[in-house]
């Protein structure tokens, strides 16, 4: 009796183990170094999948910070960006709750610092020591007709600048220029950090919210996180045991070895932190990216072109972009008449 509870105890067991160790939620795939739970997880890489939505919403750990999308060959993830809205004239509202020393940090090449709005000051600034304005810009409206974004962004109903240092946990501040109610409408002036390529095609489509100041909550803004392993570079934590970087692939130091990141080689492709997990492209099937007007033959990490009828171009007889010399006489033959 006792045996066989303890049987079915353990049954139930592993069952809610696996449960808790989810492949995907929602869209969003979960591989390593993410998991569900710390038994799947490489610690600070814990997410929350939260079935009571429909569909299932995924957190950084237990934070609020909404998942949007992870990419496991480039090492960074979408999150859902705070979005700061307000009428009024002097508004200030923080972000934080990236873990601190988590593996996560916002990337500075590609997202921005965004206003839109029609007269307001929008500035940044860094919540940790020394607490400092890190961006600022200003937008404005211009005339009573004018349209509030033109799409590129540049100070007339939407300004953005750049960030110049990553940090874990911010303050905005907007401040108004005294140019809301054109046209009688309330003018929300918003403030988020935002993915720039998201931007870049977004900004119109924001235009129809952009009086709407009930709607803040329903904007899905990206920003664009890098993470790393951390805390060590290359050097040293290919001799830790925990060293994670997997079979061809290579080892980068992320910003002068704050710690480090996994990339697949050339000719490989998917996630470099799993076992096995970098795959051989085949080149073959992707003749658009990888020409070849002869006979096109796979190989791992790699491709050769072989010419057609022995005939040279300057597609075949290549390999990944270099020149083979030939094995064969006959070959040999061809070549040293040329
Ligand atoms: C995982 O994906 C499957 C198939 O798309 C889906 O049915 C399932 O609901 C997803 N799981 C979660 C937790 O979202
Ligand atoms: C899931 O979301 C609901 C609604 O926001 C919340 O009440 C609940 O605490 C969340 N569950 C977990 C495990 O975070
Ligand atoms: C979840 O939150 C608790 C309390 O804030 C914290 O102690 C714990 O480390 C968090 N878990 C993760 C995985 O971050
Ligand atoms: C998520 O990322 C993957 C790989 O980078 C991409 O193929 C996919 O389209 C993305 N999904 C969404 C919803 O952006
Ligand atoms: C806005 O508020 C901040 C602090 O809340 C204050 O330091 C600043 O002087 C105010 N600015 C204006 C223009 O009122
Ligand atoms: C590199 O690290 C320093 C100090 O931790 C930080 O100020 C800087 O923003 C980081 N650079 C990048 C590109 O993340
Ligand atoms: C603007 O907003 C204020 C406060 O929400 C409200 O009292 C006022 O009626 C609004 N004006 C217009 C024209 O919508
Ligand atoms: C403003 O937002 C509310 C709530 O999201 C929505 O019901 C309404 O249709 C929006 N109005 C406009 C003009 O987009
Ligand atoms: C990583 O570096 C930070 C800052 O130097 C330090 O506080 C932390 O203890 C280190 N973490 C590990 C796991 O070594
Ligand atoms: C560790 O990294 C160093 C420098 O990148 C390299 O020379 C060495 O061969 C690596 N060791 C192992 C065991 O991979
Ligand atoms: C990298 O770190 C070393 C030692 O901490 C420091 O001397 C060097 O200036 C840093 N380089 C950059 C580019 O940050
Ligand atoms: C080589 O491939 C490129 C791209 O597919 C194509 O434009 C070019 O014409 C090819 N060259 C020859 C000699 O076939």
Same mark, same amino acid.
């Given at each position: 009796m006792i045996v066989l509870g303890l049987f079915f105890f353990q049954l139930l067991n592993i069952r809610l183990l696996r449960a808790a160790c989810l492949s995907n939620c929602s869209t969003i795939d979960i591989k390593y170094p993410f998991g569900t739970d710390s038994s799947c997880?490489?610690?600070?890489?814990e997410l929350t999948c939260n079935q009571s939505f429909q569909p299932p919403k995924l957190f950084l750990a237990n934070t609020s910070i909404e998942v949007l999308n992870i990419s496991y060959s480039d090492s960074t993830a979408l999150v859902r960006s705070k979005v700061v809205s307000t009428i009024q004239s002097n508004y200030s509202d923080s972000w934080s709750g990236?873990?601190?020393? *988590?593996?996560y940090t916002i990337s500075i090449t590609q997202n921005k610092f965004v206003a839109v709005g029609c007269g307001t000051l929008a500035q940044l600034s860094s919540l940790?020591?020394?607490?400092?304005?890190i961006s600022a810009c200003a937008s404005i409206c211009v005339g009573q007709t004018s349209t509030p974004t033109d799409g590129s962004c540049t100070g007339i109903g939407c300004c953005k600048s750049s960030i110049p240092t990553s940090l874990s946990s911010f303050e905005f501040q907007l401040t108004s220029?005294?140019?809301?109610?054109?046209? *009688?409408k309330n003018y929300s002036n918003k403030a988020f950090i935002a993915e720039e390529t998201w931007l870049n095609t977004n900004v119109r489509a924001m235009e129809n919210q952009y009086t709407n100041v009930t709607d803040e909550n329903s904007l899905v803004v990206p920003v664009l996180l890098d993470w790393k392993i951390n805390n060590l570079s290359c050097a040293k934590a290919n001799r830790t045991s925990d060293y994670v970087c997997s079979s061809n692939s290579a080892c980068v130091d992320y910003n002068n070895s704050t710690g480090y990141q996994c990339k697949c080689l050339n000719g490989y492709d998917g996630n470099?932190?799993?076992?096995? *997990?970098c795959q051989d492209i085949d080149e073959c099937k992707q003749l658009n990216k990888y020409p070849c007007d002869g006979t096109c033959v796979n190989s791992q990490g790699s491709y050769t072109c072989i010419c057609k009828d022995g005939k040279r171009s300057?597609?075949?007889?290549?390999s990944n972009g270099k020149e083979l010399i030939p094995l064969a006489g006959s070959d040999l033959a061809t070549l040293l008449v040329f």
């Open positions: 997880a490489r610690p600070g890489f990236f873990p601190t020393n *988590g593996p940790q020591q020394p607490q400092q304005v220029l005294n140019q809301m109610s054109l046209s *009688g470099p932190y799993m076992k096995d *997990g300057s597609n075949c007889t290549m």
